[in-house]
């Protein structure tokens, strides 16, 4: 009777503040745009880009390097390595459209509100949604999840840093409170919560002991997702299998996808054994991040039968930062003028024709290869932007366009050390000898911090050129876990990084480069970026109101990240270079932003296999 009563109560509650919530001019939504409205209306039959009656069967094997030793995602980055594969067994409140910017529609939710001050979203989830022991997802288990993740990871604490409290209204919905209007995102960033099932967790494992949340765990996890754990070897191997009877198997958002019957990762510890794995037949499709093995690497019988397919789809969704990132929580490098000076330094155009084949291009933008790059000198609504904070950035920022140094000949080359110099003498290192010191005789020293011995072919030409300049320079490769490690609490000198840059930047520039991340240990801030007109600037991307302001607010805050020098950009490759066994087929028109999409939409062709051989 209580339990009854307490529903009646929660109903109660809820239908109370329905009213309220319509009156702020609240609606229930089957999908939602950051900004504008989505492209699928209600009731959509399937996203365009999927084959609707795509064949289920299949087993697609795929590499993954290092190891793991947990499957618990909510310390993932604290505690342990986390599988791959993982988001599989899991689903979260929405998902993504492929083809459209900043869109997501209802998955374990049906529909979602918020009102016209975004200071809150409710998410009525789905009366089907099942964990895979029958049970159903309920509002407590979402409640659950936002407080474990919020509570036990660093970085889901700083995301979710403005939602103040998740509350339950019913069985199936429930409302997350934020702390600030106008931020456009937090519905959308809350959407994408991964739910857990609070009763397992809350439960007691195989030995009888009790589960702990905070702590790693290697029993195979109980998720509501299409696939769930089947089997594997600690540190190994990991193999998934799709659910027959997946509670979400019909749903609009869903046809065309999750095809395969297994998908099963592989570990290996090396990048050059891992690339042998494929050739050997051992792993179906890889994504090449090199451009040497993409130049030279895949000359064997079977690429040349056409039993092994290379094939590149065009990155649309993201931009991206890759960087020597110079720690600036260092001393040598706080001034301006160390770091443009270390740019100076890296000779791309030298590299990119010896190493990397000719295949790359230089980062000019911390949003390259996005409309939101800054290019020239500001003008319209992003000038405005960079007024209202100029007495927070560099004066440069209005009179000078940022450009990377060019080298490539000897000519150049020696005129950017000679730049370099200079630089490093304004900013008090002076040459004694062949050393680079300071006014207290200090050397000026750097560490080049990696973990991976592939990344010395980059590293050492570096090292030289900055050892030309009376630096002494030190390569350092560890294995992965102290690595990252390493990085986690800031303990390096330079190290090399990527950030991924999104189509509508938002919440995740505050995790990226603002000044409450610096210090925060875990945190993406791994240069230790700490400047207001950033901060400033920071906070007009995530309040824009319309994709006009966006776009001119990035620009703006990309154009003074860039006049800072904070990094020396790398290079980049704007589209992603697969390999695979020719096995598998994907629909004739990829989704515009979902590049390879693999294996999300694509599935097991028996006939090709049989040509092929089997796994």
């Known amino acids: 009777m209580i339990r009854h009563l307490l529903a009646a109560v929660f109903a109660a509650i809820a239908a109370l503040a329905a009213p309220a919530a319509m009156a702020q001019g609240e609606t229930w939504r089957h999908g939602a745009a950051l900004l504008g409205e989505p492209k699928y209306p209600a009731g959509f039959p399937h996203?365009?880009?999927?084959?609707?009656d795509a064949p289920k069967g299949g087993l697609v094997r795929l590499?993954?390097?290092?190891?793991?030793?947990?499957?618990?995602?909510v310390v993932a980055g604290v505690k342990g390595q986390v599988v791959q594969g993982i988001a599989l067994v899991y689903e979260t409140l929405t998902t993504a459209a492929l083809d459209e910017p900043s869109a997501s529609y209802g998955l374990l939710s049906e529909s979602f509100?918020?009102?016209?001050?975004?200071?809150?979203v409710t998410f009525r989830l789905r009366p089907e949604a099942r964990w895979h022991d029958g049970k159903p997802v309920t509002a407590d288990d979402v409640v659950f999840s936002f407080t474990a993740l919020k509570a036990n990871s660093p970085m889901y604490a700083f995301y979710y840093g403005n939602v103040t409290k998740a509350e339950k209204l019913g069985e199936r919905e429930v409302r997350f409170l934020f702390n600030q209007t106008g931020n456009r995102e937090l519905p959308q960033i809350m959407g994408q919560l991964l739910v857990l099932p609070k009763h397992w967790w809350e439960g007691t494992g195989p030995d009888g002991r009790p589960r702990d949340v905070t702590q790693t765990t290697l029993e195979p996890p109980l998720g509501s997702g299409p696939y769930r754990l089947k089997s594997f070897e600690t540190g190994r191997v990991a193999s998934f299998e799709r659910v027959p009877d997946y509670w979400?198997?019909?749903?609009?958002?869903?046809?065309?996808?999750?095809?395969?019957?297994?998908?099963?990762?592989?570990?290996?510890?090396?990048a050059t054994v891992l690339l042998e794995a494929f050739k050997s037949d051992r792993i179906d499709f890889r994504s090449e991040n090199s451009a040497r093995n993409w130049a030279t690497g895949y000359d064997f019988p079977a690429r040349n039968e056409g039993r092994v397919v290379l094939e590149e789809f065009p990155i649309r969704a993201t931009g991206v930062m890759q960087a020597f990132v110079p720690n600036l929580r260092r001393d040598q490098f706080k001034d301006h003028r160390v770091r443009r000076a270390l740019n100076l330094a890296f000779d791309f155009e030298d590299m990119n024709r010896t190493l990397f084949f000719g295949q790359y291009e230089r980062i000019s933008s911390y949003f390259h290869g996005l409309e939101l790059a800054s290019t020239g000198l500001s003008e319209g609504l992003e000038k405005e932007i960079l007024e209202s904070v100029r007495d927070k950035i560099p004066a440069s920022?209005?009179?000078?366009?940022?450009?990377?140094?060019?080298?490539?000949?000897?000519?150049?080359?020696?005129?950017?050390l000679r730049e370099a110099d200079r630089l490093l003498r304004e900013a008090g290192w002076e040459l004694k000898g062949r050393n680079r010191v300071n006014a207290r005789g200090e050397p000026l020293s750097i560490e080049l911090l990696g973990d991976d011995p592939n990344d010395e072919?980059?590293?050492?030409?570096?090292?030289a050129a900055l050892e030309r300049l009376g630096i002494a320079v030190s390569v350092r490769t560890v294995d992965p876990v102290q690595y990252v490690n390493r990085v986690r609490s800031f303990d390096f000198d330079v190290v090399s990084n990527v950030w991924a840059q999104s189509i509508s930047p938002?919440?995740?520039?505050?995790?990226?480069?603002?000044?409450?991340?610096?210090?925060?240990?875990?945190?993406?801030n791994i240069a230790g970026i700490k400047d207001p007109g950033v901060d400033a600037l920071i906070d007009r991307v995530i309040f824009a109101k319309s994709r006009e302001e966006l776009v001119a607010a990035t620009k703006a805050l990309d154009r003074v990240l860039l006049a800072h020098d904070y990094v020396v950009p790398q290079w980049t490759y704007r589209f992603q270079r697969t390999a695979r066994w020719n096995r598998y087929k994907h629909p004739d028109t990829m989704p515009r932003y979902g590049a390879a999409a693999f294996p999300t939409i694509w599935w097991y062709d028996r006939t090709e296999a049989a040509k092929t051989g089997s796994p």
């Open 457 to 463: 072919r980059v590293f050492l030409p570096y090292k």
């Open 248 to 270: 979400g198997q019909d749903l609009n958002v869903n046809k065309g996808t999750n095809n395969f019957d297994e998908i099963r990762y592989e570990y290996y510890r090396d």
């Open 47 to 52: 996203f365009d880009y999927v084959n609707p």
């Open 63 to 73: 590499g993954a390097q290092g190891t793991f030793d947990s499957f618990n995602v």
């Open 397 to 416: 920022v209005f009179t000078t366009p940022y450009t990377n140094p060019v080298g490539g000949t000897p000519e150049k080359t020696r005129a950017n």
């Open 506 to 524: 938002g919440n995740e520039q505050r995790e990226f480069w603002g000044s409450q991340a610096a210090d925060r240990l875990g945190s993406q």
């Open 113 to 120: 509100s918020y009102p016209d001050d975004f200071s809150s």
